[in-house]
């Protein structure tokens, strides 16, 4: 199967998250992918996190849309596949 990326993997794919505290407004993410059936071994990718303390900054709303994947994505869902 392969996602949006195009990146591969295997009905066997298990992805561990992990999220480290470093301070009040740092965070550290971790994900660790293993899958035997694509990689010769686990990976892992780590990136750091900021927030950013803005006095103007705003949430903003999100319309959620059902079903959106189906109509954008709808050639790359395995469902679709010939």
């Known amino acids: ?4 990326a195009g990146n ?3 009905n066997q794919l ?3 998250e992990r999220f480290t505290l470093q301070g009040p407004n740092h965070l550290t993410y971790a ?4 899958d035997p059936q694509t990689f010769t071994r686990p990976w892992t990718i ?3 996190l900021y927030r950013i303390v ?12 059902p079903f959106a994947d189906q109509l954008l994505y709808k050639d790359l869902l395995e469902t679709n596949r010939k």
């Not at 994900?31 to 293993?34: E, G, Q």
């Not at 803005?54 to 849309?65: G, I, M, R, S």
Request: with cysteine.
């Open 1 to 4: 199967m392969a996602g949006r």
């Open 14 to 16: 298990t992805v561990t």
């Open 54 to 65: 803005d006095p103007d900054a705003q949430l903003l709303e999100h319309k959620c849309v």
């Open 46 to 48: 780590e990136m750091p």
């Open 8 to 10: 591969y993997a295997s």
């Open 31 to 34: 994900a660790t992918l293993d």
